[in-house]
């Protein structure tokens, strides 16, 4: 037994099991979204994204560890070869779920989960990885925040509710309703932004170190001091959505109690702005998105018990 909890540590620590927040909340707002729509889940479909999306967000962080220490001198939980193979074994096996996926679905899931394959690998990966360039706070927030969404309510909503692919003898057509699509933008800003705000704030506590490891993120070309206050506006923003998505229709009056957590993330924004340091103050957006997005699931939970 404790061989087995060892093993299951392992494998936690190198995928970085407690990071996975960012994308389980979004799954979680759009099965409540759906709920709300009154639409009715497919569950074969809905399990199978969830854990082909969960199995591949393990790989993408497992390659990022496995590519950081190497570079960086540190060590991984187990020798590099096996690293190496659990990273081949999970990919492998997301790639399988995948296909599964798209072979009950249809051609845009293959093209949306082809995007979001393409981007979590080179995340990290290739010879210009996005986690060392300016856009890496801006890609991950919108496949965690917007794409898991995209791909889980285009499985469960009617054909055409967002997307539509039509085939004619000579031409491939996407039509797009772009209302559902803007209003689905709206909705997802919250996970989107905040994502990018983990992103941020934890390139703005590695800034120097990133320098000197030649990682050319965001903070490098804004500076330290725009990066704490575009910090602080990603959860300005966040928070006016709210009230948005109340009067637009997409969330419930009651969801405006979430607006309650403005006073701890305004309590967490000004430690933040006090010092950047990666041990004491990065834990403040982890804390404040989930500040934000569990008050999002609560009470769009309570909105659908009413």
Known sequence: MEKSNT???????FTEIRTKITSLFPFLISILYLMSKNQQVKIFETILFFSAM?????????????????TNGDS???SR???????????????????VLVYYTDWIVLILGSLCFAFGIFYTFGPLPISRTPFGEIISGIFYGFFIPLILLYINFPEGYYLKVLFTDTHVLLEANYINLIHLVLLFAIPTLTTAGI???NNTCDLEKDIL???????YYIGKKASVSLFKWIYITSYLMIPILVFIGELGLIS????????????????FE???VKSETFIVSIKNYVILNLGLVITMMIDNLL
């Open 7 to 13: 093993t299951i540590s392992r494998y936690f620590q």
């Open 54 to 70: 969960f199995l591949f967000d393990l790989e993408t962080t497992a390659i990022n560890n496995y590519i950081d220490t190497k």
């Open 76 to 78: 991984i939980p187990y």
């Open 81 to 99: 070869k096996k690293g190496r193979i659990l990273i081949y074994i999970m990919l492998a096996i997301s790639i399988a779920l995948g296909l």
């Open 199 to 201: 992103m941020l704030a």
């Open 213 to 219: 490891q030649k990682r050319h993120t965001l903070p």
């Open 256 to 271: 405006l109690v979430a607006l309650v957590g403005i006073i701890p993330v305004a309590k967490n924004l000004k430690e």
């Open 274 to 276: 006090n010092q950047q």
